[in-house]
């Protein structure tokens, strides 16, 4: 749910980005990440950017990070508050870097956003999460960004598909 972590101001339209960090599958080299964030910021004039990293971001990202005119940075190393919901409930896209599953999860599951998945490099073969995207591509609830944005903007209904589920205490 919202929290109200985010606040945005009546009559303008945003962007968010929400950054992860490397793992077993991606890892995270700064140029790529430079040409993404350079390609949104080129594709939305006039749109306000806001972005949350997490704490598993690299440092040297978060300094490419302060390199660029967010309207607003949660940079979870200076305050670590979750503005997600919000960003889904009010944001017209939403980036997310594509080793985040949980926020990948969560991002097509609530809210309005068009979700753009930023690609990273693979370490090996991406397995899962390669799996799962490709799958979210395929049901038009995710695009992968290729430096244009999407319209992919379909939600799944959890509460529907897990209607008739009773849990046993």
Do not use: W
Not at 2 to 15: L, M, T
Not at 56 to 65: H, Q, V, Y
Not at 90 to 119: K, L, N, Q, W
Not at 147 to 162: E, H, N, S, V
């Amino acid at each position: 749910e919202p929290q109200g972590v985010f606040r945005p101001r009546a009559g303008e339209r945003y962007v968010a980005l929400v950054v992860g960090g490397p793992n077993p599958a991606f890892g995270f080299d700064r140029d790529p990440f430079r040409q993404a964030l350079d390609s949104i910021f080129a594709g939305f004039p006039g749109y306000r950017i806001v972005v949350a990293p997490s704490r598993r971001t690299p440092a040297d990202i978060e300094e490419e990070i302060d390199r660029h005119p967010f309207e607003k940075k949660f940079l979870y190393s200076r305050d670590p508050v979750n503005p997600i919901p919000d960003f889904l409930a009010s944001c017209e896209y939403v980036f997310i870097t594509a080793d985040s599953t949980s926020m990948i999860s969560e991002a097509v599951t609530f809210g309005r956003a068009r979700i753009e998945i930023i690609p990273l490099p693979a370490r090996n073969r991406p397995g899962k999460y390669g799996r799962m995207v490709g799958s979210l591509v395929e049901l038009g609830c995710v695009h992968l960004f290729d430096g244009r944005p999407g319209t992919a903007d379909r939600k799944i209904d959890l509460a529907g598909m897990l209607g008739g589920i009773t849990i046993c205490g």
